[in-house]
């Protein structure tokens, strides 16, 4: 299971399909969410997502500083990534103009970036950038913009990138998804849709046999969004129906 942090950003319920895409189980969780509590839920990554704050904002959402002392593989996204670089004492500044929309990211050898090209397409939106690297990291990819678009710590196994990897715009933004989770964060894949949906099926037979006025009767399930049920991208809820 990996935890997604969700920072106010567009993107994040995104992020956490596509783990799920990747038959790994996603939850989001506040900000907010104690070392402790994170501890009690035992996640095999964490997923910093991107926000429209900039980490210099008063009320900009800071996690819990303590997690980083969990040894638990990180991957920051966009402001995830500026995250991870001004709590762990690198170097946060303003753009001096704002990257949006696609862009060339420049790549060097990390496991993040395995069966990667020298040169690929993302997708950037931001205005602040990582100017100088927290100790024990290096960077391991560049724009024409942005020296330290993507970087890596490798025994700590933190990685984060300045793009959106779960955009379609970054072509091989899912290679780069898949790659932290198993490859990195030795992820167990254990989130099976079709064994979820039997599942729910036989529960609510079960919950509901004999009560009155079941036969015959729809009962409607809206546990999860169509794109989790069936993919199906034109309608935004769908329903299970026992007979």
Known sequence: MVLVFNFGGQYAHLIARKVRELGVKSELVAPDITAGQVKKLNPQAIIFSGSPYSVYDKNA???????????????????GHQLLAYQLKG???PGKSKQFGKEKLFVSKSPLFASLSKEEQV???HGDHVESLPLGFKAIASTALSQIAAMENLEKKYFSVQFHPEVTHTKKGMRVLSNFLFDIAKAKRDWNLKNIKVGIVKKLKKDLAG???????FWRCRFFSCRDLNQRSSRQQSALYIY
């Open 61 to 79: 959402p800071h996690p819990d500083t303590e997690i980083y002392g969990l040894e638990i593989p990180i991957l920051g996204i966009c402001y």
């Open 91 to 93: 170097k946060v500044s």
């Open 123 to 125: 997708w950037f939106s």
């Open 211 to 217: 009560q009155k006025g079941f036969d015959g009767t």
